[in-house]
Nanobody
Framework: QVQLVESGGGLVQAGGSLQLSCTASISTLLMQHMAWHRQAPGKQRELVASIRTGHITSYVDAVKGRFTISKDNAKRVLYLQMTNLDADDTGVYYC?????????WGQGTQVTVSS
């Protein structure tokens, strides 16, 4: 069973920065697609950023220019660097990895941005 463990969430003031990490129990090279999703209170979970084979990245419009997704395969870690945070970024952030048709999720880490 693949395990993904997120860390790095917390409380930050608007305009601040946070870096989230997601450590995988197996080599991240095996996952052709990894992503960060978030779920704000009362809203559906949404895709925030993804990275796929070849380090090809994509972002939802709301975070473009502020968030950066990256992966360190040697450490088996997926990152999400978040800058210029605002209240709309508040939510639980989930790491996601995909191997073939199998999908894996972490337990989530809370990010709260105070205005």
């Amino acid at each position: 069973q693949v395990q993904l463990v997120e860390s790095g969430g917390g409380l930050v003031q608007a305009g601040g920065s946070l870096q989230l990490s997601c450590t995988a129990s197996i080599s991240t090279l095996l996952m052709q697609h990894m992503a960060w999703h978030r779920q704000a209170p009362g809203k559906q979970r949404e895709l925030v950023a993804s990275i796929r084979t070849g380090h090809i990245t994509s972002y939802v419009d709301a975070v473009k220019g502020r968030f950066t997704i990256s992966k360190d395969n040697a450490k088996r870690v997926l990152y999400l660097q978040m800058t210029n945070l605002d209240a709309d970024d508040t939510g639980v952030y989930y790491c996601n990895g995909r191997i073939g048709t199998n999908e894996f999720w972490g337990q989530g880490t809370q990010v709260t941005v105070s205005s």
